[in-house]
């Protein structure tokens, strides 16, 4: 009666129950690190994903234990115990699992070294600039800000300066330092150019090997311009590096 109670083992097991048992193990061992990957797919977190892969692997080790207690004729309180122990280190390599696959599609998804956000200095561009920051941030990245300086002729009445008729270089070098990522932890460079914008934020973003570039657009007239800015689409089309666009709300 002792022996049924404390689940010891009652006869040895017969060579194919034995086998039934080992197969199903492998099967579910080999299982266990596919489980992180939907949930990584889905967004999870990685303490939910390591939650929900604990709580799954332990039952399933839980019922292969009621299994081999059926089947191999092992006492019932040893073999769930066992399984159940064997279980809870199984869900610790599917954590350890599910974090090394998040951790490895965030890098590539994310590998955002150096951001560009070239700016005219209109408001335009503020919620993307909070857009590079956070992106930046969380890559461990530096934004460059860069402003490309027109010829004197296309200034016009200069309302893009607040006013400003023809500012000199020293103005727009004060005016391009006044723009800060929202995060003062984000390390930040400023690039002041002349010529075509289009042209020369294409150039600079090859010269200084940028990983994405990230626009603020106004979208005024025209079709294409009406989505993303003249400028803005030229630099779309010809970037050898990502362009993210984003038009003030």
Known sequence: MLVEEWGLRLQPPTPWKSGLVTFAGF????????????????????????LISAILTVIA????GVFR?????EGAIASVLETVL?????AAIAYGVGILLQWLVRSRAMNFKRILFPTDFSHCGDAALHLATALARDSGGTIVVAHVEEPPTVYGTGEMYYGMLDPSPDDLKKMLHEVKPSDASVPVEYRLVTGDPSTAVVRLAEDEN?????????????????????????IVRHAKCPVLTFKQP
């Open 61 to 64: 080790f839980a019922l292969i």
């Open 86 to 90: 064997t279980g809870g280190f199984a």
């Open 27 to 50: 099967v579910l061992a080999g299982s266990i690190p596919l489980l992180p990957l939907p949930m990584i797919l889905l967004g999870f977190t990685s303490d939910t994903i390591f």
């Open 69 to 73: 207690a059926k089947v191999v004729q």
């Open 210 to 234: 940028i990983d994405l570039i990230v626009l603020g657009t106004h979208g005024r007239t025209g079709l294409l311009h009406m989505l993303i800015g003249s400028t803005a689409e030229s």
